[in-house]
């Protein structure tokens, strides 16, 4: 049977940005407002800096934010925002507490008087608060099994060193010790609109939601300036970190090297020079070792961006018996890139994904209100979506491969590989020196 060639590539089409607003608010909350008419429905995203706070008692507090208020119990505060086909839920990350929600849009009043109710009245009740605790408790155990994330905890230890970053799971024993009162002083503390932004998205006048968030929020006060965390520390390669996990069955391979914020003049080539290696299915490393020889299911690398530093982070799971294979190859495929320039229909086949990944992401209102987010929370726009697509359209192979031989070297990954150190010891130790640890009981 002939094998029907593939169409070419069509034009790259022009990113379309749509109708945004601004305000920011006495009390420094800015507020974004895009209109999305597609369905009659409002995204909201709240991102509040959270950087630095205590981690049990951040994570306790997105768990019950949501619990209830001084004028409603959690059940109340539910049924209300059932009345205008809504939700809010809320969650943290090292940066940020992120508030998000949606309605219908006739409801955007109601779910932003919903919102200032929360922010400025929620109560952490003591039994809600004793209930979340040990979820939080029960998911931290589960989450300790688990070799993916042993893996992600050693590696950002290995990154991050002393920086904020380096431990972002919060220890059982630390959970178990959170009270409600606690909760209360952070929250007096940190969930202030001092830098928070407000992004709404959706069937709105723009002009229009920003009146609302203001009669809503303006009342919502500061207390002071928004914590700043230090930028992250340079990588340093060191030795493979071989975290021993007797017996098992498979090993897990992470690897992070050097990376730049999207507001460097690299980061459009890094991005194609990553997507190239292995960030997406036709990269040149998920042929390898998962096309190819087989040794994984689903490897993927991409470039995590923080607000204190950004990295590009390679994971895979791996069998054991391969363990050793599997790592020569990816820094085989490092390597090759960094040292030989990708091909142009590689280097256009890649641009192609990326472009259209970017047009995907603002397809729908919540893709729309979770990318301007993002952005908003490291000081950028929209209109910086604009830019970076015609950064990406111009990029070269030379420029791809200068990216590569700078951030892509194999000497610069830190190294982390968690699994049977009986077995797999002896083959990592032919490819770089080792130092041990065994992962948690």
């Known amino acids: 049977m002939s094998v029907r060639p593939l169409p070419p590539l069509g034009p790259n089409r022009k990113l379309k940005l749509p109708k945004q607003v601004e305000r920011t608010l006495p009390n420094g909350l800015t507020v974004i407002a895009i209109r999305r008419p597609a369905v009659p429905l409002v995204e909201l995203r709240l991102w509040v800096p959270f950087g630095g706070a205590h981690l049990a008692r951040s994570a306790m507090l997105s768990q019950t934010l949501l619990a209830g208020t001084a004028e409603r119990t959690n059940v109340r505060l539910a049924a209300e925002l059932q009345t205008v086909g809504g939700g809010l839920f809320a969650g943290i990350d090292p940066d940020r507490l992120m508030v998000s929600g949606n309605a219908l849009a006739t409801g955007l009043d109601r779910i ?263 952005y908003a929370g490291s000081g950028l726009r929209l209109d910086f979506l604009a830019e970076h697509a015609d950064r990406l359209a111009r990029v070269t192979v030379d420029d791809v491969a200068a990216a590569a031989t700078s951030y892509l070297a194999p000497a610069r990954a830190v190294t982390v590989v968690l699994g049977d150190a009986e077995r797999i010891a002896g083959p990592l130790s032919a490819l770089a020196s080792i130092e041990r640890e065994s992962a948690p009981s």
Do not use: C
């Not at 002393?162 to 009162?181: C, G, I, L, N």
């Not at 203001?214 to 071989?242: H, I, Q």
């Not at 975290?243 to 890094?270: C, E, G, I, K, Y």
């Not at 997406?280 to 923080?306: A, C, M, Q």
């Open 112 to 374: 932003l008087e919903l919102l200032a109710e929360v922010l400025t009245g929620a109560a952490y009740p003591t039994d809600e608060v004793g209930t979340e605790r040990e979820r939080l408790v029960d998911r931290i155990q589960v989450a300790g099994s688990q070799p993916a994330h042993l893996a992600r905890v050693a590696l950002l230890k290995r990154m991050y060193g002393k920086h904020p970053y380096a431990v972002q799971t919060p220890d059982a024993s630390q959970v178990r010790a959170v009270r409600p009162a606690q909760l209360r002083t952070l929250h007096a503390e940190r969930v202030q609109p001092t830098g928070a932004v407000l992004v709404l998205v959706g069937d709105v006048q723009p002009d229009r939601a920003l009146d609302a968030a203001e009669r809503a929020l303006g009342d919502w006060k500061a207390v002071g300036a928004a914590p700043e965390l230090p930028p992250t520390p340079p990588l340093s390669a060191g030795p493979l970190l071989l975290v021993d996990r007797p017996d098992s069955v498979q090993s897990s391979m992470r690897l992070a090297l050097p990376a730049v914020p999207r507001t460097h003049p690299d980061h459009a080539a890094l991005q194609l020079a990553n997507m190239i290696f292995g960030g997406y299915f036709s990269s040149r490393w998920v042929e390898n070792i998962r096309e190819d020889k087989g040794y994984t299911y689903g490897p993927h690398s991409l470039v995590e961006h923080s607000v204190a530093g950004s990295a590009l982070v390679v994971a895979a799971e791996v069998a054991t018996e391969v363990t050793g294979p599997a790592l020569l190859e990816t820094l085989y495929e490092l390597g090759r890139l960094a040292s030989l320039p990708p091909g142009a229909d590689e280097l256009e086949q890649a641009r192609q994904y990326a472009l259209g990944t970017l047009q995907l992401g603002m397809s729908t209102q919540a893709g729309l209100a979770a990318l301007a987010s993002a």
